[in-house]
Every structure is written in structure tokens, then in C-alpha cells.
């Protein structure tokens, strides 16, 4: 059997520590983001816009929608619209 501690190491081993790091820098960009020395009413609102258009109809429409359910059907250039949206 394995003891406490090897199983501690043999998890450790399968975590993907890239993906670890890419995830963190990510977040603690966005936290900085927060402070007053970077903010600006312009970037508030590209953020807003492009929050709607990436976030509500590109993942929720495109792929969940629409590619995931096929719950309704649109032209092809519609369909690549949306999925380069996404990318």
C-alpha cells in the first residue's frame, strides 16, 4: 500500500504546472487591473462591450447554443462569424 506521502507526490506529478501558471498570472493580472493607476473610462467600456460580445453571444449562443444542442439553425457565414468571434 501506498503511504500518505506517496500518494501526495504521485499527485503533485500529475498536475499540469503550466496550466497552473498561465491560470494564476491570469487572475493576479486581473486583480491588478483594480488598481487606480490603470483604469480608464475608455478601457471600462471596451471591457463592457467586448464582455457582451465575446461572453453572452459568442460562448453562450455559439457554443453552447448552437454547436453543443443545435437548438436553431443559422447560415454558414453567421455560424463562422460566431465561432471566430469566439476564438
Given amino acids: 500500500r501506498d503511504s500518505g506521502r506517496e500518494i501526495e507526490m504521485n499527485y503533485l506529478k500529475k498536475i499540469n504546472w503550466g496550466v497552473v501558471i498561465v491560470f494564476l498570472l491570469f487572475h493576479i493580472l486581473a486583480i491588478i487591473a483594480?488598481?487606480?493607476i490603470f483604469y480608464?473610462?475608455?478601457?471600462?467600456?471596451?471591457?463592457?462591450i467586448g464582455s457582451y460580445l465575446f461572453g453572452t453571444l459568442g460562448i453562450n449562443?455559439?457554443?453552447?447554443?448552437?454547436?453543443?444542442?443545435?437548438?436553431?439553425?443559422?447560415?454558414?457565414?453567421l455560424?463562422?462569424?460566431?465561432l471566430i468571434r469566439t476564438m
Fill in 79 to 82: 455560424e463562422y462569424t460566431y
Fill in 40 to 48: 480608464s473610462t475608455s478601457g471600462l467600456i471596451i471591457m463592457l
Fill in 34 to 36: 483594480f488598481l487606480p
Fill in 61 to 77: 449562443v455559439c457554443y453552447h447554443r448552437l454547436l453543443t444542442h443545435r437548438s436553431f439553425k443559422t447560415s454558414k457565414i
